[in-house]
Nanobody, 128 residues
């Protein structure tokens, strides 16, 4: 599957952005679980949010709970990340990723190695 993330940009603290990830695959998009990760300069890539193949289960890292919302539209082969109340510490390159198994657990959703395909990232910069 090929993944293309978009929607990043520069925003002031307290602002919002909506990231989207479009998937192109010969396999049905609704067979993949999807995740968002981010990587700040000089830091390791970290888990942000994930959603199972049906969209019925979602997972978030603690620092974004209540501010970010992950969703998917299987008819449009897209997964989105609505980011509200952005803070400077949210500044990073954001990556979407696909898991061919489709089913996640609280633990597996957070693991980079769980995901089989990665898109190029989109930069999010939050100014103070």
């Amino acid at each position: 599957v090929q993944l293309q993330a978009s929607g990043g940009g520069l925003v002031q603290a307290g602002g919002s952005l909506r990231l989207s990830c479009a998937a192109a695959s010969g396999r049905p998009f609704n067979s993949y679980a999807m995740g968002w990760f981010r990587q700040a300069p000089d830091k390791e890539r970290e888990f942000v949010a994930a959603i199972n193949w049906k969209g019925t289960s979602t997972y978030y890292t603690d620092s974004v709970k209540g501010r970010f919302t992950i969703s998917r539209d299987n008819a449009k082969n897209t997964v989105s990340l609505q980011m509200n109340s952005l803070q400077p510490e949210d500044t990073a390159v954001y990556y979407c990723a696909a898991d061919t198994y489709g089913i996640l657990t609280e633990r597996s959703a957070r693991e980079i190695n769980e995901y089989d395909y990665w898109g190029l990232g989109t930069q999010v910069t939050v100014s103070s």
